[in-house]
């Protein structure tokens, strides 16, 4: 079935150093892929999707590249800030049109200072 | 505008009793989503109302678990005899639903299940 991994946590970074988080997945067909953010206290909420192969998504200077040749939908920022500590999910929806989102098991960011 | 609100914020209950949940999606918002976000399981789908449609249960983990839409709006998600593994926060996410397009799920707060 289909299937989303992504880097565990915690993830610690200094202010304005660079980030990747991985994420790989599994499906069949042609699945839209996302990244969701959730901000501490908040709820769940998109951050960029990317619907195609080779399609970029980007958003608050966050940005992933869809890679259906490596199955990959890595989330990357420049510069990161303290305001990005959150937790992030990889997710993909399947592929028969009813949307359902299937997530990864997220990874918690720690931006210091 | 209004997003998607869910009550309780929080419950707690006992090993065995039942507890509703509810969701209030965003008016005119056709598609309905229940997900469980748990530290073992990471966040998984429960089930989908659409429209007029039966509901997806498919991803409901066990029979004491049962989810209603009332006149296409409300949703409650009803837990029978809880037991200490369905502690968990319970998102609802609402969207349109255009079959051609993209088609965003909007996240409620969540609620936060504790059984003792």
């Known amino acids: 079935g289909n299937s989303v991994t992504q880097m565990e946590g915690p993830v610690t970074l200094s202010e304005e150093a660079f980030l990747t988080i991985n994420c790989t997945y599994t499906?069949?067909?042609?699945?839209?892929l996302f990244w969701y953010v959730q901000y501490p206290g908040e709820g769940l909420q998109l951050l960029l999707k990317?619907?195609?192969?080779?399609d970029k998504g980007s958003n608050k200077g966050f940005e992933a590249t869809y890679r259906k040749e490596t199955t990959s939908f890595h989330l990357e920022k420049g510069s990161v800030q303290v305001s990005d500590s959150a937790v992030y999910f990889c997710a993909l929806t399947s592929t028969n049109r009813d949307d359902k989102i299937i997530f990864g098991k997220g990874t918690r960011l720690h931006i210091l200072p | 505008g209004a997003g998607v609100s869910q009550s309780p914020s929080n419950k707690v209950t006992e090993k065995g009793k039942d507890v509703e949940l509810r969701c209030d999606p965003i008016?005119?918002?056709?598609?309905l989503y229940w997900y469980r976000q748990s530290l073992g399981q990471g966040l998984e789908f429960l089930i989908y109302?659409?429209?007029?449609?039966?509901?997806?249960k498919s991803g409901l983990p066990s029979d004491r678990f049962s989810a209603e839409r009332t006149g296409g709006s409300v949703s409650t998600l009803t837990i029978q005899r809880t037991q200490q593994e369905d502690s968990a926060v319970y998102l609802c996410?609402?969207?349109?639903?255009?079959?051609?397009?993209?088609?965003?799920?909007?996240f409620g707060p969540g609620t936060r299940l504790t059984v003792l």
């Open positions: 996410a609402s969207s349109l639903w255009v079959r051609t397009t993209f088609n965003e799920q909007f």
């Open positions: 499906a069949t067909g042609y699945p839209s």
């Open positions: 990317a619907t195609k192969a080779d």
């Open positions: 109302f659409q429209g007029n449609s039966a509901p997806d």
């Open positions: 008016s005119g918002h056709t598609a």
